[in-house]
């Protein structure tokens, strides 16, 4: 079913909308919760959240993009699960390395840290978006939107998990230029 | 800065980064454990679902049959069990939907089997919108070809309203409802030319908790659509129960969803709800109440429809200050323009609203009829008339109460590339932008009812690729183009806005 109808169901307060929501963009959620959580019953939980809070968010919002809607709070949703020791078994291995490879992206090297607001920083990390070609672009988001491990990125994308790392090491040397050169870091 | 916060901004791109990411990922899926796991997990709690309802009866393989779930039960996947609102298993009624439901399943797993989408819909299907869920020619087909299989006639007619005592006025009903916690006023309901309705209820305080159900009654010999369902996670309990009336119905009653049916000699009845918030059941005083207050008996038996008795009547304000509020607090979520001009930040496009002019007829603007949307509609002192019934086709002259809004637009494109990837809703090709993304939203109260209307432009003065749903334009990156689009909306109403996803400009008040 198309997005518009799917939110036309919301809107018009019918059930229907929750099933085809599942049906369409279940196995992405469930997907992209698992991605972070590495556990199933807490990615089954999370999507059930995240239903949930389309319903009660549908209407008054309207989204243009259902995908990227319900993509962004499965994704909210995981991270808060984890953030606040929710999830039974803390899918820790691929995050925790995400985390340290972002630690050593933007470490400060002299100086205190800088404390930033946080819409500037979106801003900052969307114009360096979208100056990275389309498949650094999207490796960078496989790998730090999506929490993917290298080699499922590798997979996707049709190359080896050596051109993943290589590509993803370019982009970190990338931002931290970029954010330097704006003055966030 | 820390890694923490590094990894929130990133959680925060713009939608096109979020977007483009997951159609790749979608195209591309990874056979892992991480992407399948929902199938894999599913189909363990489906068999431990089925294992746990066998436990609980006590019996063999075939007790589901025997205790009558089989006799209701439309389909079931790794997720749902799917419940009849139609009839018993060896109705025709269920045979047909049954059959439709198999085929949309089908039609929609595989791609609409390349029909075109959407589709531009015609007359049979707008006459049908609300009554049929059909929106593409070969649903049509398939519902017509599945009532001509069956026998069953097809309902023509359909009125959707509050007040369970209009839907008793429409149909040639008793109250059927016998209990002061069930809210009234409040109950929505959808009633169809051939006495079927559906009508969803506020019960206060059932059994010690507020829930809400839903009530259908189908009658017999006519094709209905719909469905009641149960996780496949639920534990199911079925009983036979005799109501405070002394009707015999079958209550089937899970950890998330209760399902009371009685199928009646010209109608199949049917009370349903669903649990939303908590992970505790429904309690089973919760359930035989709604079951003791509902007169199946009288739902089962056959009623004269007339749905002209309650079209036309004066509406009374409900909940009007909570609406006004709730509405108030929308726009003012959005920034308010001053001189009418803002920027899209999502597609880097730059709006400038150069006039509105409020008129009462199409020629007066330069617009011609066929230019209007076939779906767009007018509220006039209550009552909602649909394409092209607001205006005379001959003179171009509005409806009394009605008036025609002309907004002229100056859009540039800021872009310096060729927008792609963006893919706003409905963009159908590279630099295609959807004028579905500006709205006219009224509300008030008028002539007694309360409206609140968001609607979409009813014309677009450019050309339009899919006559009768969604304009685009198409502008290249530095382009600047000026266009007008048009909306139909009630005459009385002072406190209108136009606006899109980023910005709102209160109209101007008519001289």
Partial sequence: MEDERIIALYWRRDERAIDETDRKYGALCSAI????????EDTEECVSDTYMAAWNSLPPQRPRLLRAYLGRITRNLSLNRLRNGKAGKRGGGELALIYEELE??????????????????????????AGLPQEERLMFLYRYWLAQPVAEIGLRMGCKPGRVNSALYRSRVRLRAYLEKEGLL | MKAEALLKAIGGIGDEYVDELLAHAEKNPVRTSGVNIRKTLRTALLAAVI????????????????????????????????????????????????????????????NYYGDQMPQEQDEWMRQHEGIYFVYTQRLKEKLLELSEKYSLKLRN????????????????LEDFIDDPR?????????AYDDGSFLIQIGWGNAGGEDLDCSITRNVKGYFSQGYADFDTEEMIR???????????VTIFWGTLHFYIVYDGPEAFVVASAARWVNDEAFSEEAVTAIADAIDFETLGKASRADLGLVRNRPKKPVQTDAQMQ???????????????????????????VDSIRYSTNLGDEGW?????????????????????????????????????????????????????THQTMNNTGTNNFSNSLLFLNFAAVSDGAFINETKRADAYSGENPIPGQTSFVHIEPGETVSYELAYIAPAALENMVFFSWDACLPLPPVK
């Fill in chain 2, 326 to 352: 709730e509405r108030q607090q929308l726009i003012e979520s959005r920034e308010q323009l001053a001189l009418g001009q803002w920027t899209n930040n999502y597609d880097g496009l730059m709006f400038r």
């Fill in chain 1, 104 to 129: 050593n992206c933007i470490a400060a090297e002299n100086g205190p840290e800088k404390h930033l607001e946080e819409k500037e920083l979106i801003l900052a990390v969307n114009a360096f978006l």
């Fill in chain 2, 182 to 190: 069930f809210d009234e006023d409040e109950a929505a309901f959808r």
């Fill in chain 2, 51 to 110: 294992a746990g309802l066998l436990a609980l009866l006590g019996v063999g393989a075939y007790a589901m049959n025997v205790f009558g779930i089989k006799d209701v039960l439309l389909s079931s996947d790794r997720e749902k069990i799917y419940l009849s609102r139609q009839g018993l298993q060896d109705s025709r009624e269920f045979m047909a939907y049954q059959e439709f439901m198999a085929f949309y399943d089908d039609y929609v797993a595989n």
């Fill in chain 1, 33 to 40: 919760a698992y991605g972070i959580l590495e556990s199933h």
């Fill in chain 2, 238 to 248: 079925q009983w036979n129960y005799t109501t405070g009336k002394g009707t015999e």
């Fill in chain 2, 157 to 172: 007619d359909v009125y959707e309203d509050t007040g369970a005592q209009w839907c008793c006025t429409a149909l040639g």
């Fill in chain 2, 368 to 420: 011609q009829m066929e230019q209007f949307m076939q779906d767009s509609m007018g509220w006039a002192d209550g009552v909602c008339y649909t394409y092209p019934d607001w205006a005379d086709p001959e003179t171009g002259e509005l409806k009394e109460g009605l008036r025609l809004i002309t907004v002229a637009l100056t859009v540039t494109n800021a872009n310096t590339r060729d927008n792609i």
